[in-house]
């Protein structure tokens, strides 16, 4: 969807502020549209709200990240928005529960599993991993 897409900046691989702040209305706009159905398709309607909560990641407002990521979780799990989430509960600094969604999304096995998405979470993993060593170390 656009808004992931202006997000996420996929053209030149970086995450520029200003297509960062593109995306919001894109993102807002989705899930008011979401809000108005009755009853919403659950696979789209967690699509939208990861996408959502992603941008507001990117954004720097977490609150409303994580607000948006849980609802997209209760909806229907996906193996994206647990990693989504786990990025902002790592920026939140609960190592916890950035771990247990990290490795929720590492071990995804229903349908559909995103190999990139296993990567990247196995990454978060390895880094939560060499900070808490660092944080014990001392």
Known sequence: NLAYLLAQDIGVGLK?????KEAQPYADEAAGLLDQQATPQLYVGANVLDTVGWV????GDLDRALESLNRSIEMHPLQVAYYHRAQVYAKQDKMDDARDDATTALKWN?????ASVALNAQ?????LNIKNKVSSDR
């Open 123 to 127: 990454q978060l993993l390895n880094e």
């Open 110 to 114: 229903k349908q559909p599993v995103d």
């Open 16 to 20: 520029d502020p200003a297509a960062i």
């Open 56 to 59: 507001r990641f990117l954004g």
